[in-house]
């Protein structure tokens, strides 16, 4: 009799472990399920003030939604890394959610988005409070074999705080277009409206200056054809935006500018529906009333910025209304496309040095013995520069022939792509979750051990 008090005490505090040990295990799997974030790394600027859970409740799928949320400033991203085949394009898509999303300084590229680490490379940032909607991020390897894609609220422009969820993370190879022919959006901004230091500064392009400018574009698409040798065609939409330009960027160096973000709303409809390989922004930072309002130091032309990674510049038309930059003039100026002509060598000097390749720097001219002549200004140089031309004692240096046919990625490289299926792939079952949770536990004990 004893013994059998004994054995039912026994196997009475043996279910009770086994229901604690379930009850445990229960809460843990909730835990994991609330916390999990797949083969994602999360990174934040300001270490663990925000929070990355999962959501049962806000979802678009039947999988719970990725959600970040930062109750104070902060740039906050969970990230994975991609193999990817050089100089291929690549569109990463997501549907997003926001709440409340707020960004530290008014900035068009701050907010939740699909972003590489360590790049400038973004899709469009949302903020405020928006429902689900689909976004995408489309770049080109150039020289790289993996990325880190990640899904971002905040940005490297600057921080933000609020809520963003993510769902359904598709990433798709497309097929490079391979073609020479480069097709540029030049904006002309007809008014300048921005206030500046507490004064309000108005500002026009005449009639004459949209006559001079029309005149260069057509010079500028000639000499890219004959000064590369034919190694490109450029054909250039003009396009005369009557929204006044009223927004600006400064930097310490070079004073006030358009950066991309500025004139995002009055350009993104254009660039959206064309297959552009390149902008420009025309603007007027001054003139004979207004001629040190807006502090610009000593530029001209500004490049080797981007849009999406479409290459992006700045023309600034001149303060004096009587210059000949942009007006030829047999015994003044030959030459007048030459600030137009320099940006674009600017965005392919990047780009070429993105793809792997040497080339001198497009400012070094004096270095090889080039000259800022009289009429044609550096018009040998360039030629040289695009022709790998320029001599050395180790041989010719300048672009590679190849850079005219390597374009920035865009929409319509993905007519015919191939979908990258398991790179986003979530475990579907629990024995799938189990091998995840094993798999990360070992990457996790590797970076330990590292
Ligand atoms: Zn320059």
């Known amino acids: 009799?004893?013994?059998?008090?004994?054995?039912?005490?026994?196997?009475?505090?043996?279910?009770?472990?086994?229901?604690?040990?379930?009850?445990?295990?229960?809460?843990?799997?909730?835990?994991?399920?609330?916390?999990?974030?797949?083969?994602?790394?999360?990174?934040e600027s300001n270490l663990y003030s925000s929070k990355f859970t999962r959501d049962d409740k806000i979802k678009y799928s039947d999988k719970k939604s990725y959600k970040i949320s930062s109750s104070n400033f902060n740039d906050a991203m969970f990230y994975k890394k991609i193999q990817v085949k050089k100089n291929q394009p690549y569109k990463v898509t997501c549907m997003v959610k926001t709440n409340a999303v707020q960004a530290e300084q008014e900035n068009s590229g701050i907010g939740a988005q699909i972003a590489i680490e360590g790049s400038t490379e973004r899709s469009v940032a949302l903020s405020g409070t928006q429902d689900w909607q689909r976004i995408e991020l489309i770049f080109n390897s150039k020289?790289?074999?993996?990325?880190?894609?990640?899904?971002?609220?905040?940005?490297?422009?600057?921080?933000?705080?609020?809520?963003a969820w993510f769902s359904n993370f598709t990433i798709e190879e497309?097929?490079?277009?391979?073609?020479?022919?480069?097709?540029?959006?030049c904006f002309i901004f007809e008014t300048t409206d921005v206030t500046i230091n507490g004064k309000e500064i108005k500002l026009k392009?005449?009639?004459?200056?949209?006559?001079?400018?029309?005149?260069?574009?057509?010079?500028?698409?000639r000499s890219c054809y004959n000064l590369s040798n034919r190694k490109m065609t450029a054909e250039c939409d003009v396009y005369q935006v009557d929204t006044p330009l009223s927004k600006l960027s400064y930097d310490e160096q070079y004073g006030y500018y358009v950066s991309a973000e500025d004139v995002e709303e009055q350009i993104k409809s254009t660039i959206a529906t064309n297959k552009y390989d390149h902008i420009y922004v025309i603007v007027r930072l001054g003139d004979e009333e207004h001629e040190n309002d807006i502090e610009v130091n000593d530029w001209i032309g500004l490049g080797s910025m981007d849009y999406y990674g479409i290459g992006f510049s700045n023309i600034r038309l001149p303060n004096d209304s009587k210059s000949y930059i942009y007006k030829y003039d047999g015994r003044i100026n030959t030459f007048p496309e030459e600030v137009f002509l320099h940006e674009f060598l600017h965005s392919l000097e990047r780009n070429a040095e993105e793809y792997g390749y040497e080339r001198p720097e497009l400012h070094d001219y004096q270095k090889y013995g080039y000259k800022n002549e009289a009429l044609i200004g550096q018009k040998r140089w360039y030629t040289d520069y695009m022709n790998k031309n320029i001599k050395t004692t180790m041989g010719n240096i300048g672009l590679p022939e190849e850079i005219y046919k390597l374009k920035p990625a865009k929409n319509s490289n993905f007519e015919y792509s191939y979908e990258m299926e398991d790179q986003f792939k979530e475990p579907e079952n629990i024995i799938e979750e189990i091998i995840e949770i094993i798999n990360n536990l070992k990457s996790k004990i590797k970076l330990i051990f590292k």
Request: proline share 0%.
């Open 1 to 43: 009799m004893d013994t059998n008090v004994k054995e039912r005490k026994h196997k009475t505090s043996y279910y009770i472990t086994l229901v604690i040990l379930l009850v445990i295990l229960y809460f843990a799997y909730q835990f994991y399920q609330a916390n999990n974030f797949n083969e994602f790394i999360r990174s």
């Open 143 to 163: 020289n790289r074999e993996e990325v880190n894609v990640g899904f971002r609220l905040g940005g490297y422009l600057g921080q933000a705080k609020g809520e």
């Open 205 to 221: 392009v005449t009639q004459s200056d949209m006559h001079d400018i029309n005149d260069t574009i057509n010079l500028f698409e």
């Open 174 to 185: 497309g097929i490079a277009e391979n073609n020479n022919n480069w097709k540029f959006a």
